[in-house]
């Protein structure tokens, strides 16, 4: 008998501007270019997205689901972008500098999810 298996998460759509980054000395921290903001380490082929820090305060954080349009698959927030920007998502395209590029600047949107037990009142 096949299991049943529900999505734990409740999907909200948002328009965001994206880009492209790579995980490289002159695009990153000189220091620690595989290293995020939240101390995870990137490697080429993750799927994984760093967010503006306006989209923090809607609900985004360290590991939150996001799909992209256009995109196979599930990216997981785990960086933070500089405070300069705004409604922006920043995708990881490991060390393909050429790829980043040709990704330019667009519009796009997603989905991120909020895990539904998040969202269960607590009792009195």
């Not at 000189?30 to 380490?41: E, F, K, L, Q, V």
């Amino acid at each position: 008998m096949a299991s049943c298996k529900t999505d734990p998460y409740i999907w909200h759509e948002l328009q965001v501007k994206a880009s492209a980054y790579n995980s490289v000395k002159w695009q990153t921290d000189s220091h620690s270019p595989n290293i995020t903001a939240w101390g995870d380490t990137l490697k080429p082929g993750m799927k994984c997205v760093a967010v503006s820090r306006d989209l923090l305060r809607k609900g985004f954080k360290h590991n939150t689901p996001i799909k992209i349009e256009g995109y196979e698959g599930v990216y997981v927030v785990n960086d933070k972008m500089n405070p300069r920007y705004r409604n922006k998502i920043d995708i990881y395209m490991g060390v393909d500098v050429k790829k980043a590029r040709q990704f330019g600047n667009k519009k796009l949107r997603i989905w991120y999810g909020v895990h539904k037990d998040s969202l269960k009142s607590k009792p009195k």
